[in-house]
């Protein structure tokens, strides 16, 4: 059984470039460097598009002793989350269970509406995909607000160096409440659906995941953990540009833009700051050898100018 374990949590890490469902999914890398030449080609400044290549094309960006981490906890989060989480946390499909029951037995009788399954489709995929990005902001930002809390996602904001991988320099205890978090928001939602429009609940996708989510990412999502200081002018007052979430882990600034997709839940929550402030950032934290004493690593300074 163990070997099933090791050898499932090893394809999970090794087939993440060919998996619709993750955000280093070939596709999506694929978008993110035709946005990021696109965005380089009509800058300002010429040198931009030749300096931003010999950066990418140093291979002191991609392994150094920040991104050594990222793959470090990449691979150990992947390994847990098939041994430990997923037998755990179960599925969304108990919590939908249990939430249709509860309101079948203690609010109304189930099936109270009668739509066509495409306005059921359209209504479930939107509302799905709305209360987990707000589900992500609302744990993102107790993250910071907590100091419990804090002690595990300050792992993720002591990377001096941002690259696509950044997104998965998780503390193992962030990842699992990450995925109870995804289990208790589409848990959470189908329940409701079931109990309001009856069974054979449908969510438009594309490849097997969420249409919003995978068309989100598809707008330069890898770029975020990069020195690509993509925004996009008045769009980020709806939408979190790379460039808002770069400045999320700028070492000057007081961690604004906790949204994933939708800049929304920022406006309200007054974190919101404009993508244009993203200039000559640096990152990681003011105490960084902290973490990387934790994990065995003797270091995590800024690397040296590429």
């Known amino acids: ?3 099933e374990y090791l050898i499932l949590s090893l394809s999970d890490a090794l087939f993440v470039l060919v998996d619709p469902g993750k955000r280093l999914y070939w596709l999506h890398l694929l978008s993110a460097a035709g946005i990021a030449i696109i965005y380089y080609r009509f800058s300002s400044n ?6 931003m290549a010999a950066k990418t094309l140093n291979r002191h960006y991609w392994w150094n002793r920040s991104t050594q981490l990222d793959y470090l906890l990449f691979t150990f989060n992947s390994f847990l989350k098939v041994v430990l989480f997923a037998p755990v946390l179960g599925g969304q499909v108990a919590v939908s269970l249990i939430v249709t029951k509860f309101l079948h037995f ?3 009788e189930s099936h109270i509406f009668f739509w066509s399954p495409i306005a059921i489709s359209i209504a479930f995929t939107l509302a799905a995909f709305l ?13 910071h607000r907590f100091s419990m809390l804090w002690r595990f996602h300050k792992v993720h904001h002591s990377a001096t160096t941002l690259t696509p991988m950044t997104v998965h320099r998780t503390h193992p205890v962030e990842s699992f409440i990450n995925s109870i978090r995804a289990v208790l928001s589409l848990g959470l939602m189908s329940g409701i659906f079931v109990w309001l429009f009856g069974h054979g609940l449908q969510v438009w996708d594309i490849l097997g995941v969420n249409a919003m989510g995978f068309l989100l990412t598809l707008l330069g999502s890898n770029l975020r953990h990069s020195h690509v200081p993509l925004h996009f002018g008045r769009a980020e007052c709806l939408l979190i540009s790379p460039a808002q979430h770069q400045l999320h882990h700028s070492m000057a600034h007081s961690h604004p833009n906790y949204g994933s997709f939708l800049a929304i839940w920022d406006r309200f929550n007054r974190t919101w700051l404009a993508g244009s402030e993203a200039k ?6 003011p105490e960084p050898r902290i973490d990387a004493e934790e994990f065995g690593i003797d270091d995590l300074r800024p690397i040296s100018a590429l």
């Open 1 to 3: 059984m163990e070997l």
């Open 46 to 51: 010429r040198r931009s598009f030749s300096e």
């Open 106 to 108: 203690n609010v109304a």
């Open 131 to 143: 209360f987990d990005d707000w589900m992500r902001f609302l744990v993102h930002v107790c993250m």
């Open 280 to 285: 000559e950032l640096r990152y990681g934290l």
